[in-house]
């Protein structure tokens, strides 16, 4: 028997929300609404599964300033199953090229994170508190084959290696060498390119797709007049 009606949704909604004003329209929509601190996310809806929120002009500018991979690799890592929702009814409003910024939302879906598009705030709601209904079910609705029941989360350490594997040129052995060296995702986010080609079969170019697709700050990776440039061509290591 699923989750009685009468049984209000749960959503944790991270502190820098409050300001949008979507956990006034979730509450009218019936959910209990917490505040809290999110280590990742912008809405937490239960079964493991978290949702990040960008305006279309906010989706621009993490890009830009090279913060959107960070963030999203954290809300990989902190969940089974990530969500991000673009808000804005123009995609196009912002500096990146149309191209690009579609560039962008295929990679999103590439690294295994879920895409919703919203117009505006109250369909923002919507969509979360409509997520959170099907996340809280205790159990699958009837009239849903098996076929459509969410998937069991992977351990942690499977995730991990998934989410670095999605990197272009990162073997799952590849990416396993990495978690075995630094010991988690977040370490790996946080080492320095150098450190990178410490790791068997990190050679440059591995560490050059690491740092863009991480977007962590760029570094110089071509001849730069310091010919003992880890990352200076002729000193591949692959």
């Known amino acids: ?13 991270d502190v820098h929300e409050r300001q949008s004003g979507i956990d006034e329209t979730l509450a009218e929509l019936g ?19 978290l949702v990040e929120r960008k305006r279309v002009l906010d989706l621009h500018a993490a890009v830009l300033k090279g913060r959107l991979w960070p963030q999203l690799g954290k809300l990989r890592a902190a969940c089974a199953f990530p969500y991000l929702l673009v808000e804005g009814s123009d995609i196009d409003r912002g500096p990146l090229h149309r191209n690009a910024v579609r560039g962008v939302c ?13 117009g505006h705030q109250r369909d923002s709601a919507l969509w979360i508190h409509r997520l959170a209904v099907r996340c809280q079910e205790i159990e699958p609705a009837a009239e849903r ?8 989360p992977k351990p ?14 990162i073997s799952t052995s590849s990416a396993r060498a990495l978690l075995e060296r630094f010991g988690s995702v977040a ?5 320095d390119p150098a450190e990178w080609l410490a790791v068997p079969g990190i050679g440059r170019e591995r560490a050059r ?29 692959e």
């Open 187 to 191: 370490a790996v986010v946080a080492a």
């Open 106 to 118: 295929l990679a999103v879906i590439d690294q295994g994170i879920a895409l919703l598009r919203s």
């Open 31 to 49: 959910a209990e609404i917490e505040i809290a601190s999110l280590p990742a996310g912008d809405y937490a809806v239960g079964a493991d599964t």
């Open 1 to 13: 028997m699923g989750r009685s009606k009468a049984a209000a949704v749960k959503i944790i909604v």
């Open 156 to 169: 942690g350490e499977e995730t991990a290696e998934a989410l670095l594997a999605s990197v272009p040129g």
């Open 209 to 237: 797709a690491l740092e863009e697709t991480l977007h962590l700050r760029r570094r110089t990776m071509t001849t730069d007049g310091d010919r003992s440039h880890p990352l200076r061509p002729g000193h591949d290591p």
């Open 145 to 152: 084959p098996a076929y459509a029941q969410r998937p069991r």
